[in-house]
């Protein structure tokens, strides 16, 4: 890939995040969802959504959700009565988005950090237009930038630029850390951060992935909405049949002859193994999966997940 172009597709610019938000409208991570997205069926449990406040007890007029009887208060005045709701203005959203030198590597369109840095600028905003308190983590393999949730446009870009900001620090001249327990501490951090009733996005590869990264979701989701968006390289599924692959960490680069089948056949083995591993224990979690390839745009590959409300402006 040309590490000279401009379009975005290596590094972002914090213009190119805040300019996610018009796109962003009329995508809802509670909107009904196309039976082909990973939200639908059985591939992941569904999102609570705002939770209710008790709003006042009344008499039942014609209409009215049987369901909502109040039995006890019917009984003890001899007519019906019913309870009334009405939902939680707004809540608490975290978005959590992998700035880690693992992410910077692409092998069509874009780079895994470019494509997370734009799906969590993305997250953000449909968020912060639903109404909801936005905050985050951003974090590289050392450095982290830790937002609380504000009901703040403010918040909101000064999380695109806390995004935009540990993006440009990737380069090819930095070494990778191997640090594998670096995801699963900043899965502790947000259960710090996230009591309860939050929205939590999760953008990464989910390199370095364990048993304890899968108690820590099912931690995370037994209180609170958790979206798992798991980027990942086409390389995974299907390797060139010709050519020759770089692989590179930190300084080191070796060459790989692709087109030798005992070359090909186990890196191909090796990289798509580690891409079902990692997705089956996401789905082990119980933790709504979505899988963002970096062959295609981050804005394109959303709304064919969450789809679109209806009569939402283009």
């Given at each position: 890939m040309d590490h000279h172009d401009t379009t975005g597709l290596v590094q972002v610019s914090l213009d190119r995040l805040i300019a996610l938000e018009r796109p962003a409208r009329g995508l809802d991570f509670l909107s009904r969802q196309p039976r082909s997205s990973i939200l639908a069926g059985q591939h992941a449990s569904r999102?609570?959504?705002?939770?209710?406040?008790?709003?006042?007890l009344r008499h039942y007029l014609p209409g009215d959700d049987l369901r909502r009887l109040d039995w006890r208060a019917s009984l003890r005045h001899g007519r019906p009565f019913v309870r009334t709701f009405s939902e939680e203005r707004d809540r608490p959203a975290l978005v959590l988005v992998d700035q880690r030198m693992n992410m910077y590597f692409g092998s069509r369109r874009s780079f895994k950090s470019?494509?997370?840095?734009?799906?969590?600028?993305?997250?953000?905003?449909?968020?912060?237009?639903?109404?909801?308190?936005?905050g985050g983590?951003?974090?590289?393999?050392?450095?982290?930038?830790?937002l609380r949730p504000l009901r703040s446009r403010r918040q909101v870009e000064a999380l695109c630029a806390a995004i935009a900001s540990h993006?440009?620090?990737?380069?090819?001249?930095?070494p990778e850390i191997d640090n594998g327990a670096r995801l699963d501490?900043?899965?502790?951090?947000?259960?710090?951060?996230?009591?309860?009733?939050?929205?939590?996005?999760?953008?990464?590869?989910?390199?370095?992935?364990?048993?304890?990264?899968?108690?820590?979701?099912?931690?995370?989701?037994?209180?609170?909405?958790v979206i798992a968006m798991l980027v990942y390289d086409p390389l995974a599924l299907e390797l060139p049949t010709r050519g020759r692959l770089v692989v590179t960490q930190g300084e080191l680069q070796v060459a790989l002859e692709v087109g030798h089948r005992?070359?090909?056949q186990p890196l191909g083995e090796f990289l798509l193994g580690r891409l079902n591993?990692?997705?089956?224990?996401?789905?082990?979690?119980r933790v709504p999966l979505l899988m963002f390839s970096t062959g295609q745009g981050a804005l394109e590959q959303l709304r064919q997940e969450?789809?679109?409300?209806?009569?939402?402006?283009?």
């Open positions: 999102l609570r959504g705002r939770g209710l406040n008790f709003d006042e470019a494509i997370a840095a734009e799906l969590g600028a993305l997250a953000a905003w449909i968020a912060f237009q639903a109404g909801d308190r936005v983590i951003v974090f590289g393999d050392q450095a982290t930038s830790r993006n440009r620090t990737l380069c090819a001249t930095q501490d900043m899965l502790q951090d947000c259960l710090a951060m996230a009591g309860h009733d939050h929205l939590i996005c999760i953008v990464s590869d989910f390199a370095g992935a364990s048993p304890r990264t899968l108690q820590l979701l099912r931690r995370l989701s037994a209180h609170n909405d005992q070359v090909r591993e990692v997705a089956g224990l996401l789905r082990r979690s969450l789809g679109r409300l209806p009569g939402a402006s283009r």
